[in-house]
Structures are given as structure tokens and as C-alpha cells.
Antibody
Framework: EVQLVESGGGLVQPGGSLRLSCAAS????????MCWVRQAPGRGLEWVAN????????YYVDSVKGRFTISRDNAKNSVYLQMDSLTVEDTAVYYC??????????WGQGTLVTVSS | DIQLTQSPSFLSASVGDRVTITCRAS??????LAWYQQKAEKAPKLLIT???LLRSGVPPRFSGSGSGSEFTLTITSLQPEDFATYYC?????????FGGGTKVEIK
């Protein structure tokens, strides 16, 4: 069974940075698009970013462009989300997901990011 | 960006009821729509792809239909494990977007 495990969440002050990681297993990671989706407390789902199998294409939602960077290391079966210039509006559970044709097939359990002073 | 509007946002139903959730897109998206189920404090789970294709392992009481800008998710004979929040998602255009969700609660 496909497994995705996120880590790196926590409490950070406004303006700070955080790097999320997602470790993948039990599928061919290097053949898969990957993405991050977030969910603010009590709110709906928001797609954040995705990255092509070889890292050559990346797409972002407008609200994070220029602040967040998605990357991957196929040798480590991992995808990352570097988050800079964080604001309180970035507070959310961040899910890593395996994407196929822009569909989030499998999700991790999520990691909570809280931006607060 | 393509906006997805789900209705209702909340519904109360009983075990055995037939439930229909609607998702309307702000522009035509063909059949490029997926449905997800999310239970409390859990990650979402993919149910349906390309508007009507049931994912392997999803019970056949779930079905999806529609194309263009109007889509429906139907649950025939609601079961206790179906009480959850349901989201539609368009996969036609970046940025990928989700509907606001429909919470199905026990009457």
C-alpha cells in the first residue's frame, strides 16, 4: 500500500520559514507527480503546489507564489515544501499527495503548521 | 481561476437515505472532475475520477455524473460510515481548485 509521511510542521512566527518533508514508500516515486494540499482549521481544501516526476515542471497557487518552493529528491523518495515569509493565513494542516493526471490519488496524514506570534 | 460551488454545504440525512450533492463550475471543465470523502481528523480519500469513474474499492452505492459545468455525487442507501464531508475538485486548469465541501451528518 502506498505510504506518505509528512514531517516538519510546527509553530512559527509571522515572517518566518519552515520546510516540510514528505517521505514516500511502496510505489515508484520517480514516476509520480507529487503535490501539497492544505486545509486551514475548520475550512476546506486548497491545492498549494505540484511537481513533475523529474522536477522540471512546478505549479503553484497564486497565494504562495514567490514564497513557497516545492522540490523533490528522487534518490530519497521525498518531496519538500520550503515555506518563507509565512503569514497567519498559512496556518493549516499540510497534506502531501501522490498525483496522477491532476488527481490526488493518495494522501499522507498531514502535518500542522501554525503561524502565530 | 475556476470556482467550484457545492450545494448544499450541509445536509442531514438518515441511514438508508439517497443523498445527492451538486458541484457547479464557473466555466466548462468537460469531465475533468474528481470527488473526495474526508472524515473528521483524517486525510481525504479519492472516490471518483473523471466525473463518473468509481475508484477501485469504493462501494457501488457511490456514483458520479455530469459534464461541462454541473456535476453530481449520489450516495444511494447512506451507510453509517458515509457520514463525512465531500469535496469536488476540478482538474481541467491550473490552479487546481476544490469546492467548499458538503458535510453529511446524521439526522
Amino acid at each position: 500500500e502506498v505510504q506518505l509521511v509528512e514531517s516538519g510542521g510546527g509553530l512559527v512566527q509571522p515572517g518566518g520559514s519552515l520546510r516540510l518533508s514528505c517521505a514516500a514508500s511502496r510505489f515508484t516515486f520517480s514516476d509520480s507527480w507529487m503535490c501539497w494540499v492544505r486545509q486551514a482549521p475548520g475550512r476546506g481544501l486548497e491545492w498549494v503546489a505540484n511537481i513533475k516526476e523529474d522536477g522540471s515542471e512546478k505549479y503553484y497557487v497564486d497565494s504562495v507564489k514567490g514564497r513557497f518552493t516545492i522540490s523533490r529528491d528522487n534518490a530519497k523518495n521525498s518531496v519538500y515544501l520550503q515555506m518563507d515569509s509565512l503569514t497567519v493565513e498559512d496556518t493549516a494542516v499540510y497534506y502531501c499527495a501522490r498525483e496522477a493526471y491532476k488527481i490526488m490519488e493518495t494522501w499522507g496524514q498531514g502535518t500542522l503548521v501554525t503561524v502565530s506570534s | 481561476d475556476i470556482q467550484l460551488t457545492q450545494s448544499p454545504s450541509f445536509l442531514s440525512a438518515s441511514v438508508g437515505d439517497r443523498v445527492t450533492i451538486t458541484c457547479r463550475a464557473s466555466q466548462g471543465i468537460g469531465s475533468f472532475l474528481a470527488w473526495y470523502q474526508q472524515k473528521a481528523e483524517k486525510a481525504p480519500k479519492l472516490l471518483i475520477t473523471l466525473a463518473s469513474l468509481l475508484r477501485s474499492g469504493v462501494p457501488p452505492r457511490f456514483s458520479g455524473s455530469g459534464s461541462g459545468s454541473e456535476f453530481t455525487l449520489t450516495i444511494t442507501s447512506l451507510q453509517p460510515e458515509d457520514f463525512a464531508t465531500y469535496y469536488c475538485q476540478q482538474l481541467n486548469t491550473y490552479p487546481l481548485t476544490f469546492g467548499g465541501g458538503t458535510k453529511v451528518e446524521i439526522k
